[in-house]
C-alpha cells in the first residue's frame, strides 16, 4: 500500500496523530492507542486533513475532550508501516474513504 501524507497534528512533541491517502482509495490514520487494537484516538483537527469533497466513512465516538475514537482495520505490514512515523503510544488504522454528496441549492442570485 502506498501512502500520501496529507496532514497531523494535536500534540506538542511534534510526532502528531497523523492522516494518510492510500493508494487503495482509502485513509490510513495515525493515532493515540487505546485498550483496542482496532481503535485509535485522534484530535478533531485531524479531519481537516480529508481531500476535498471526501470524509472518513467509518462511525466515530466523541469523546468529548476535543477527540474521536475512530476503528478500523489495523495496519500490521512492514512496507506501509516504513512509511510512516510513529511513537510507541500510537497506532495506525485503514479507514473507508467517502466522497460527499450535497444535497440542497444554492442561494438564488
Given at each position: 500500500?502506498?501512502?500520501?501524507f496529507?496532514?497531523?497534528?494535536?500534540?506538542?512533541?511534534?510526532?502528531?496523530?497523523s492522516?494518510?491517502?492510500a493508494?487503495?482509495g482509502?485513509y490510513v490514520v495515525?493515532?493515540?492507542?487505546t485498550?483496542?487494537?482496532?481503535?485509535?484516538?485522534?484530535?478533531?483537527?485531524?479531519l481537516?486533513?480529508t481531500?476535498?469533497?471526501?470524509?472518513?466513512?467509518?462511525?466515530?465516538?466523541?469523546t468529548g475532550?476535543?477527540t474521536f475514537?475512530?476503528s478500523g482495520?489495523?495496519?500490521?505490514?512492514?512496507a506501509?508501516?516504513?512509511?510512516m512515523?510513529?511513537?510507541?503510544?500510537e497506532?495506525?488504522?485503514?479507514?473507508?474513504?467517502?466522497?460527499?454528496?450535497y444535497?440542497?441549492?444554492?442561494?438564488?442570485?
Amino acid at each position: 500500500m502506498w501512502l500520501t501524507f496529507l496532514g497531523k497534528g494535536g500534540s506538542a512533541d511534534g510526532e502528531c496523530p497523523s492522516l494518510f491517502a492510500a493508494d487503495s482509495g482509502t485513509y490510513v490514520v495515525v493515532g493515540w492507542r487505546t485498550q483496542t487494537p482496532e481503535t485509535v484516538e485522534i484530535p478533531h483537527l485531524l479531519l481537516g486533513f480529508t481531500e476535498p469533497d471526501t470524509f472518513i466513512g467509518a462511525t466515530m465516538s466523541d469523546t468529548g475532550r476535543g477527540t474521536f475514537l475512530l476503528s478500523g482495520r489495523p495496519i500490521t505490514d512492514r512496507a506501509t508501516l516504513d512509511q510512516m512515523s510513529m511513537q510507541p503510544h500510537e497506532a495506525a488504522i485503514e479507514v473507508p474513504k467517502a466522497e460527499r454528496t450535497y444535497f440542497g441549492v444554492t442561494a438564488a442570485a
